[in-house]
């Protein structure tokens, strides 16, 4: 895969990273080249379960990645990958001459101001990377540095307003809005990642119904979330009542420096106090907390402390300790969640794709946070597909 | 409830324990009882929750209490549950009168020989309790302490070689299947909520479908591997690779004391052991080990270690620990099952009732392990006996 | 003890608590009031270990306890403290006529400005208070609420200039200060028992010194800090470099409503951070917080996260969960302190008690953090203190 | 160190490992020579903390290390340490040549019976090695597999008795003894860093009487039990009553399949149990427990959990996640304990050396296991030596 000449599949789909020279991309990308030469374990892989592959997904082979980014290498960033044990070292060195292949596709990408010029640039660099590649598919996903909240965007009503915004330089639009808006200029489906706005402003939400785009967010559910989701389902289904739910997270690394800015956290610390109340049907006290610890690097331990009511009343407590490694969980629902998005594109579906709630800390377009109800989703929709064209 | 003049429901329900001066029964008949007089919170009662409610169960006010002990108090034994925290103390004192009222009722039991006149005089017992309280079910439930694995119970192929031995005076029957026998005799439903061998005799299974009678088991799952059945789905279903799964648990109280007899440990780890290998779909690697700290009274706590391999093969962890009161947890679903098994009786089932594996540690006639799949199960049986007289 | 009649000691010693009728206080009070009646186990006191005992310690029996309060009742805080479990019921019940007693003594305290008047009616509450109990020592403890740090109170260089402000109506002092200021005018050794200024002020220093007075603080070293304070020394003795040390702590009570204000909390936070880089010798990165978790009461449960290096620089981790009542923890301290403070100011100690630094998070006077060594600087001067008249 | 042209010291000191070629001698190997090339860091090293280093020890860049084994390979096991994270692999690729120089030096063992031809035979390896590289001492360290207790030997009370049983080739002395006494034959000091008999034999402390040789155990204290005799001290100096203390650890690799075996697991519960009755004064309940867990490999897990009695008898609980390798840990204290005890041969002592119980998990010799009064018996001693020639 990726290497044009490696192409061996008759489907050839791009994936296109923001944030390419990060650890989730590049992890995805070390990951996609040796699945690509064979060899390598498809352990994390959701997509290659039977339940989910049946959808008649793009092959793994069949990968083509570059992605836009505005400083660094991914080559630099594998090998501090391998360093910190994200990565085996002998996978990275097997893949390193392709992996600075895919480096030499990624363009700089967008800073600063929302207006037409930078749009149309990036816009123009999706266009090219689907023509020079000859793919019948490019999906976009953002991997980039989390953003603050941005609720002036949810102002944006209109297409018409954007479009006139980005014509005047002075659209409010935060930058992973204006990659999801070129994304869909240049028919992409998106994937947002991260708790970033994205494609989650109306004018957008507009233009990927106008364009029949699907797309998909956000958050991935990736660690703590993903525990909670497992969990919480139970406490509802014995009638036990959670009295507090508190949850710690230390982690170093650039997610972790990006967090230890408040703004960037209030974000992440929103998606991820979602689910519980959602599942439990009532508000659960205790704080969600993110710490930057540099020590921790790509490692991410969180604590969860849950008090909860039984029988006549009795306090009981549960306590999780989850240590993952981030870039390593993160790294093959990316890779899964391009191969579906670019399925359901295939299929004809627009809008926010519910059924691939299953991958968020936020599902848009979904109904229920609970793991396994999410799967069950999951599971009908790619049973559904398969067989269609 | 319980007391005679108290039933006010239209059906009048006998749940008879086999164990009932035990921590279990006691504290589900201390709950039922403060149920009956209303003002007791429903936590935990699966049966109060709407999609399993809506079965048409016999009323909480309709339950009869009555049950075989070989010895102690259930008056003693609620006043302990207090001291320690398992139940309220001022709940107790609220319900001490009624509950001397069951305790007169309980009967001397099995002990020993499985002959025809023990077997005569418990199924004696049964009869007398429907007779004299009106009752149109009685369920019969077994609480009592945790025997060791019983092979040679097995060989008891036909209900005549059966009652061939027992007329011998020499059934190589344990006490929890004698029970079992006198109940299927008595046309009583039966629930074995431990590990004990109970009704899972060929013999007896066949006297089950002879009487049309329903029965449940085994060995209600209320604290480690209730978490573990809600965690190891989502392992599966994310394709991460488990390694290894050790659990620890540390208890004291009666059934610390009998677990600590490493005969009656086996059955019990047995059955805690199942549910991984039956969910993940390949064996696990890791201990699973009960022992006896007496200072640790009813609450018990569990560890966890949970090593999965991700993406690329990167290895991560997970801990839980879980601090539960075991008859806290166990009481409320005792009661659950007297209900849902006396609405089974009534609407005609016999047999292993296999959608109330959701209770159990070894789903008797269940095909999953997986908490969520096994709540499906149980609310669509529900939904299925709504309506149906 | 307490009670006047009651007292049968020949030494008789007066505890004045500032915040009576919180919980450290009201515990404490109960204790006392149960160990002096005998029967109370003497479980947590340390002054009843042998090697402290010996300083020749004024009796338990010989107790007088008052204090000031704004508002509450000491009948009512303890039925509560009954029923959330941190005191026995039944030890409650035994002596709540006495506490009784005690609450009617306590005093409205101060609140608002620092001025003259304020600080000449605290002094005189606790001149009566030892006039009328005939007390051959007062010993104030401060465990009222945590205050914000008050950087302004230490440019109170001299006592001068204190008096002046105080006299103007304008001391730049917190009520704490206010206290021990009132204290040191009455002739009474004080005990800082929480992060407040209290008497670490210049000028009240200078005022202990004239009047012959001992004092001790401060914020005492009850859970978390306490473990850290014997863990850290572990890693500096083995040569182990400990690279992160995150601490996560959650409780309710008024003391975790306290501390969800970030003022009061930044206090709190800034002594439980000390003792790691005092202990170690170098800076370790992670988080110190503290969460107000309404339902866990006044039980607080810790969470570190420790991260260290070994041989060749190999990675490894330890984690601390710590369940503690801190008012049960903190409850036998404040009655040790009283003891050891009284018995200094006996045997004409003055200033900073740099030996009592065992007991607090922040130790004044003292040179060490680590557990061990700061017991064997108690040991050796209650060794001192042996048979000094 | 260790290659002969590199040793630059003015005093030379072998080391000779029983069981050369497992992971702690490799770890300790390649540490060695790591430390002697210089640029390694000194972490885990005791005796460069400067309270011990002043006993002026044998300089590190003098040691020359040897040992037994029975089969194996100290270069493949080196790659194996690499490969699971235990050593770093650029490490251990710098040494591989000087670890195939020392594996080189490695003599077969003893197996089977202790016999005179046998004990002669180990003698003179140990002379051999000693003349061969011009050695000041030769301290031994048993570091090789755990053997069952072995309550035989404890009744070869006297040399004589000893001597003439080997001599009719029939000795009821384990491999760890028959080490020992060739050790103390050849007028080498010996470490018994295992739980196995080694020196505890009272034939074997006269023989080492005999001929003025120090020597010290046993069974390295490097993690659970480290944190133990660390943490226990606490609740003694808090008065706190320990009621439960349950231990729990699972570890792979070597040492965890040799503790698989229940009877040699014997041997490590044992010593572990022993630090809580000495520290606490009392005993106190719950099981110690060692688990085989292949996927851990040299990788050990160990929760702790427990369960307190504080003021007024209010409970409180307190746990404890080590993860720990176990190589890393027991590889400095071996050097370590070669430096001191080739001091202590040096400056004169013979017998157990009670000030090493630091060491140990059973100090023999020593009088305490609290580690900081271990800490300050080392400590003082080394002071002692500090000057003595």
Known sequence: MVNDDDVRGS??????????????????TIGALALARGGAPLTGLVTELEEVARAGLPPLDGLVIGGHDLAGSMVERAQELARTGVVPPGVVADVLDDLAVVDARVRPGAEGVADRATAD?????????????QLDHVVVVDVSSTEPPSPEAARLGTLDELD?????????????????YAAFRADCPFVEFTPSTGPLVPALEELAKARHLPWAGRDGKTGETLVKSALAPMFAMRALAVRSW??????????GRTLADPAAAASKTATKAMALE????????????IDHV????????????????????????????????????AAPLVIDLARLVARAHEA??????????????????GTTHALADQWQALTRWCAELDGVA
């Open 121 to 133: 640039s990036l816009e123009h660099d999706l266009r090219s990377f689907r023509d020079e590649h």
């Open 294 to 329: 540099a020590d921790m690097g790509d490692w991410k331990t969180a604590w969860d402390h849950v008090s909860f009511e039984g029988f006549l009343g009795t306090r009981m407590r549960m306590q999780v300790t989850w240590e993952g490694c981030d870039s390593a969980l």
């Open 278 to 289: 959602a599942i439990l049907g009532y508000p659960v006290d205790g704080p969600v907390r």
């Open 164 to 180: 006139r915004a980005l014509d005047d330089g002075a659209a409010a639009l935060p930058p992973s809005s204006l990659y999801a």
């Open 348 to 365: 004809g579906h627009s809008g926010p794709v519910a059924a691939l709630g299953f991958f968020f800390k936020e599902p848009l377009g």
């Open 246 to 255: 508190s949850a710690f997270n230390i982690l170093g690394g650039g997610d």
């Open 11 to 28: 489907r050839r789909t791009g994936v296109w990273f923001i944030g390419a020279r990060g650890s989730v991309a590049t992890t995805a």
